[in-house]
C-alpha cells in the first residue's frame, strides 16, 4: 500500500508580509497555528475543514510574470464578500470577463491574483 498524500498547506510568497498576513487573516478567518517568526506563519481554519494557508515573506518584491498559483475563494455571497474584501485591503483585476463568468478577479495587497467565485446555496 503506497502513502496518500494532502495538501498540507498553500504557499503564498509575500513582499508585505504585516499587510498580508491581517489581509488573509481576515479575508479567511483564519487563525495562526503559532506566532509568526522570520516571516513564516501558518495559517489555519479554525473549524479544520479548509487547507491551510502559509505565508512566506520574500525580500523582493516581484517583478514580472505573475505566479501561476492563486486560490479560488467559494461563496454564495460574492457580492457581498467582493466588498468585503475590498474594504481590508483587495483591488479588482481588470480581467476581461465573458457574459457567463461566475467569478471576480482581485489582488491582494501583494499583488497576487485570486478569486471569488460564486456557488450555488445548498437548500
Not at 502513502?3 to 479575508?27: H, M, N, P
Not at 492563486?70 to 481590508?88: F, M, P, S
Request: negative net charge; glycine residues 6%.
Amino acid at each position: 500500500m503506497s502513502a496518500q498524500l494532502t495538501i498540507g498547506s498553500i504557499v503564498i510568497r509575500c513582499y508585505e508580509f504585516d499587510k498580508l498576513l491581517a489581509f488573509w487573516q481576515e479575508a479567511l478567518h483564519y487563525v495562526p497555528t503559532r506566532p509568526a517568526k522570520d516571516g513564516w506563519v501558518i495559517l489555519r481554519d479554525p473549524d479544520g475543514s479548509g487547507p491551510n494557508v502559509s505565508l512566506d515573506q520574500t525580500r523582493e518584491r516581484r517583478s514580472g510574470k505573475r505566479s501561476r498559483l492563486h486560490l479560488d475563494l467559494y461563496t454564495t455571497d460574492q457580492k457581498g464578500e467582493v466588498e468585503r474584501l475590498v474594504k481590508i485591503g483587495a483591488t479588482r483585476y481588470p480581467w476581461r470577463y465573458k457574459p457567463d463568468d461566475d467569478f471576480v478577479v482581485l489582488e491582494d495587497p501583494d499583488g497576487n491574483l485570486f478569486c471569488v467565485v460564486e456557488v450555488p446555496s445548498e437548500s
